[in-house]
C-alpha cells in the first residue's frame, strides 16, 4: 500500500493538511496539492470551505491522459496520483480548460461566475461535451465547494 | 532572418515579438515579478553549457529580456526549467507549454496561484517565442 506523506502543518488553520498518496506524486498531483495548499493557507474562505469539505474529487486531462484523486476529508487532502474508485465527482477535460477552470471567478452566494468571458468558455465546453463531470447532478454544491477551493481568483 | 537559439540577438527579438503583442499586453496587465528560463545543457544536442534568460516584465511590458548563465535566471520570482530539446519543443510547437507544465516536462518555481490567474498571458508568451525565426544548434 502506497505510505502517505504529510507536509508541515498550515499557517491559516492549524488543522488543514495537504499530503500526498504517492512516495512519487506526479508534476499534476504535486501541481494541483500545491495550488490548493496556496490557497487555503493564503485565503481564509477558502481555508473554510476546505475544512467543511469531504468528498473524493477525480480530474483526469485528456490530453496529457493524466488524472489525480484529491481525497478531501473535513481539513485535510490526500492526493493520489491517477483515479482512485469510490470518487464523489470526477471532471475530464483538457489542460486548457483545467487552467480555466482554476480561473473561475467566485461571485454572490459563493458560485462560480459563469457569464464572465472565462465562465462563458467553461460553460461552452461542458455544453459541447468537451468538459465532462460525472457525478455533476447529485453534487453541484460540492462542485461548488471544490472550484471554491481551487480557484485562483 | 534566423536568430541563434537563446542568443543576444534572440533575446531582442522575442522582446520585440513580445512587446508587439496585444494579447499579451492585455492579458499581463498586474503582472509585476521576473520570470526565469533555464535552459539546461544537452552537449549531444550541440547545446554544451546551460543558459538562462532572464525576462523584466511588468505590466503587460516586456521591459528586458537578457541571456546569461543559468544562476542569473534562478534568482527570479518565477522559475522555469527544462532541458534545452524541450524549450525546442516549445518554440517549434510541438509541446504546449501548459501541457509540458501539467506532466512535469517543464518544471516551475513560483507561486502557483499567481503564475494560473495568468495563463492566458504565460500561453501568449509562448506563441510569442513560436513566432521568432530561429537557427537551432542541433540542425546545423
Same mark, same amino acid.
Given at each position: ?15 488543514? *493538511? ?5 512516495? *512519487? ?25 476546505? *475544512? ?13 491522459? *493524466? ?29 486548457e480548460t483545467v487552467m480555466s477552470l ?52 | 532572418?534566423?536568430?541563434?537559439? +537563446?542568443?543576444? &540577438?534572440?533575446?531582442?527579438? +522575442? ?24 535552459v539546461e545543457a544537452e552537449p549531444d544536442?550541440? +547545446? =554544451? ?8 516584465? +511588468? ?9 546569461? =548563465? ?42 502557483? =496561484? ?9 500561453? &501568449?508568451?509562448? &506563441?510569442?517565442?513560436?513566432?521568432? =525565426?530561429? &537557427? ?5
Open positions: 500500500m502506497a505510505r502517505r506523506k504529510v507536509k508541515p502543518k498550515l499557517d491559516v488553520d492549524s488543522r488543514a *493538511e495537504v499530503g500526498y498518496a504517492d512516495d *512519487e506524486p506526479s508534476a499534476f498531483a504535486s501541481m494541483l496539492g500545491g495550488l490548493i495548499e496556496a490557497n487555503i493557507r493564503t485565503r481564509p474562505e477558502k481555508a473554510r470551505d476546505f *475544512e467543511s469539505l469531504v468528498a473524493r474529487v477525480g480530474i483526469f486531462v485528456t490530453d496529457i491522459h *493524466e488524472g489525480v484523486t484529491l481525497d478531501f476529508k473535513g481539513g485535510n487532502l490526500v492526493v493520489h496520483n491517477g483515479l482512485k474508485p469510490r470518487r464523489t465527482l470526477t471532471i475530464r477535460t483538457d489542460a482554476s480561473n473561475l471567478k467566485i461571485g454572490p452566494f459563493g458560485l462560480p461566475v459563469y457569464y464572465d468571458a472565462v465562465g462563458r468558455g467553461v460553460a461552452t465546453k461542458l455544453l459541447r461535451g468537451k468538459l465532462k463531470i460525472d457525478g455533476l447532478l447529485p453534487n453541484v454544491m460540492t462542485l461548488n465547494t471544490v472550484t471554491r477551493i481551487f480557484s485562483v481568483q | 532572418m534566423a536568430v541563434k537559439a +537563446f542568443s543576444n &540577438e534572440w533575446a531582442k527579438e +522575442f522582446k520585440d515579438e513580445v512587446n508587439r503583442s496585444s494579447v499579451y499586453k492585455t492579458a499581463a496587465k498586474g503582472w509585476k515579478w521576473t520570470v526565469g528560463l533555464v544536442k550541440h +547545446f =554544451p553549457e546551460a543558459k538562462g534568460i532572464v525576462m523584466d516584465l +511588468f505590466d503587460g511590458e516586456a521591459r528586458d529580456v537578457t541571456v546569461g =548563465p543559468a544562476s542569473e535566471a534562478q534568482k527570479c520570482d518565477f522559475v522555469i526549467t527544462a532541458p534545452y530539446s524541450r524549450w525546442k519543443e516549445v518554440a517549434t510547437k510541438q509541446l504546449d507549454a501548459t501541457r509540458g507544465m501539467l506532466q512535469g516536462k517543464l518544471k516551475l518555481k513560483g507561486d502557483l =496561484p499567481t503564475i494560473v490567474r495568468y495563463t492566458k498571458a504565460s500561453q &501568449e508568451m509562448t &506563441e510569442c517565442t513560436t513566432r521568432v =525565426p530561429v &537557427e537551432w544548434p542541433d540542425e546545423k
